[in-house]
């Protein structure tokens, strides 16, 4: 089975700037999240995506924007870029139900590394 | 609210060693646990999981944790540290019914030959 796969690994942009990062879903698996990890520090929980809506966001600001595709491929957009922002972009992907299945492992992509400059 | 805190952000040990990553978790409800580990410019491997049952899990590479409900740990284990093993080390707590993992700072595996 093909796993989940992100693109591009790595980029780098200009404060100011916008970017779209990209996330392929490992197959059968319907939903979708993405999670920020800054150098040195775990991983935080940015949003996930179910049937193409958000059903769950963390602590970022609206600039952090995503969107899910009927093929449960998902995109991460920034904009106004900040040097903060720089980081590993991480998506997840995990076959979840309407109703949860919590209990369902994440099942994480490399990551595209972003650089703020 | 959910949290981790991983104990020692770097544990270093002798090739042959015994391993222990201690992790410890507040959660206002029963809590779903779980061990990853990412290798230098890799993702997170999903290394094993506590959900319900059994509180020894045994995972993948010859990895174990328990869960403790009265010390609220969930520590992992490996009876002989291997070369292979070095390596970040991540605990996360979700609980049930929340879309997020609440992942603790990481600990740094450092295995000396």
């Known amino acids: 089975e093909t796993g989940v796969t992100q693109s591009p690994t790595h980029l780098i942009k200009t404060r100011g700037q916008q970017v779209t990062l990209r996330c392929s879903s490992q197959?059968?698996?319907?939903?979708v999240s993405w999670y920020q990890q800054a150098l040195g520090q775990g991983p935080q929980f940015i949003f996930q995506y179910y049937r193409e809506e958000e059903n769950g966001r963390g602590n970022f600001p609206p600039r952090f924007s995503g969107l899910q595709f009927p093929n449960y491929s998902s995109e991460l957009n920034v904009n106004a870029l900040e040097l903060d922002d720089s980081a590993l972009y991480l998506c997840?992907?995990?076959?979840?139900?309407?109703?949860?299945?919590?209990?369902?492992?994440?099942?994480f992509g490399n990551g595209t590394r972003l650089t703020v400059t | 609210a959910q949290s981790v805190t991983q104990l020692g952000s770097h544990v270093s040990v002798s090739e042959g060693a015994l391993v222990l990553l201690r992790c410890n978790y507040s959660s206002s409800v029963p809590p779903y646990l779980f061990w990853y580990v990412q290798y230098p410019n890799q993702g997170l491997q999903l290394l094993l999981k506590?959900?319900?049952?059994?509180?020894l899990v045994k995972g993948i590479n010859g990895f174990e944790a328990e869960f403790k409900k009265s010390e609220t740990s969930f520590h992992l284990t490996k009876p002989s540290a291997h070369m292979s093993d070095a390596a970040e080390y991540f605990c996360a707590v979700r609980e049930a019914g929340a879309q997020k993992l609440v992942f603790g700072q990481g600990t740094r595996l450092t295995i000396n030959p």
């Open positions: 197959s059968g698996h319907n939903t």
């Open positions: 997840a992907s995990s076959p979840q139900t309407a109703g949860g299945g919590v209990n369902s492992p994440l099942h």
């Open positions: 506590y959900t319900t049952g059994a509180t």
